[in-house]
């Protein structure tokens, strides 16, 4: 069956969020849950059946641009779970107050983590960062607003060089910055009184998922004794590894890793460019969320009052609901 028409916008912020030209899981949730309204507000379907495939469709789309991001899927679980209404209108007006309700949500979200994760440092306190997290940066920001002198030591974060983003940001709020190479990231860590990340997504189990070379980082960290926190709002939490589901690791395209004049200059060679990697929880000291912060083996009582014992599809068709639903129900 052909996939019903799906709004430009859609197809723009899919192709942006593949291209990692929208990056960061708020960004990104932002950026799904915006697109899911534009196509309800713009739908042209003329039968409430039509519409909510549409939105499954344009859902689906959005989906299969970042497999690792659980934002994403996220974002689309809430704004379709509340996907309701027996006519075009009515469903056209549920996805908008959803799309709304999230995109506030998201708003205040990571201003609440900002002051727990501030919370946690010092004055004169002098952090590590790996790659770029919006989350991490605004533990530092509330940091200083509060007063503190903080610093950091930004380790570039190859491929992509994240870690610029995350230095031209601190510099901007006059934050002291010493730019590293990845590779010399052991012989700082003595300096430095925490490690600070982000996550791209955060499994039952209390595992990390975040941009390769976090998990060496964090086994350095705890062999020279550097706490390391994950700044991570509840986004970022992986319902589906509740029920026995890995987080899949995304590859990259190998043109990150090595410029195709040069590929072709060394010879026959695999380039392999993995964009994530799992940090045990043993190596992690707190994962700071805009619901307080947790010690990574008690993340999964945050995850069954948010998500329940299980998850479910809502971008699949059809749901098992509408499959059994009789004339009668909708009276």
């Known amino acids: 069956m052909d996939e019903p028409p799906l709004h430009p916008r859609v197809e723009t912020v899919a192709e942006e969020i593949e291209t990692m030209e929208t990056r960061g899981a708020a960004t990104i949730a932002d950026a799904a849950a915006s697109a899911l309204v534009t196509q309800a507000e713009e739908s042209q379907a003329e039968t409430p059946a039509a519409f909510r495939e549409e939105i499954r469709a344009a859902a689906r789309t959005l989906l299969d641009t970042r497999p690792t991001a659980v934002s994403l899927p996220n974002a689309l679980r809430y704004v379709l779970r509340r996907m309701d209404g027996e006519s075009v209108a009515a469903l056209r007006a549920s996805v908008e107050r959803a799309g709304s309700s999230f995109r506030d949500q998201l708003d205040r979200a990571q201003d609440d983590l900002g002051e727990i994760g501030a919370n946690r440092l010092r004055d004169g306190d002098r952090v590590m960062t790996h790659c770029h997290s919006t989350d991490a940066v605004a533990c530092i920001q509330r940091a200083v607003q509060q007063g503190k002198d903080v610093s950091a030591v930004v380790k570039e974060t190859r491929p992509r060089k994240q870690g610029h983003i995350t230095a031209r940001e601190l510099r901007a709020m006059d934050v002291p ?8 990231a052991r012989r700082y860590l003595g300096d430095v009184d925490h490690v600070l990340v982000g996550a791209d997504a955060i499994a039952a189990d209390g595992s990390v998922v975040n941009k390769i070379g976090t998990s060496g980082l964090a086994v350095n960290a ?5 706490p390391v926190m994950v700044a991570a709002q509840t986004i970022k939490l992986h319902p589906d590894t509740m ?10 395209d190998e043109s990150e890793v090595i410029a195709p004049e040069d590929r072709a200059e060394i010879g026959e060679i695999t380039v392999a460019n993995p964009a994530f990697d799992v940090t045990p929880p043993r190596h992690v000291d707190a994962i700071v969320t805009e619901r307080g912060q947790f010690p990574p083996e008690s993340v999964v009582t945050l995850m069954r009052e948010l998500f329940g014992e299980g998850t479910h599809e809502p971008w699949l068709e059809p ?3 509408e499959a059994n639903r009789r004339p009668e129900d909708d009276a």
């Open 319 to 321: 749901t098992t609901r």
């Open 222 to 226: 705890r062999e020279r004794g550097t």
């Open 177 to 184: 910055v010493t730019l590293i190479v990845d590779s010399a």
């Open 243 to 252: 029920t026995g589901h890995t987080v899949d690791i995304e590859m990259r």
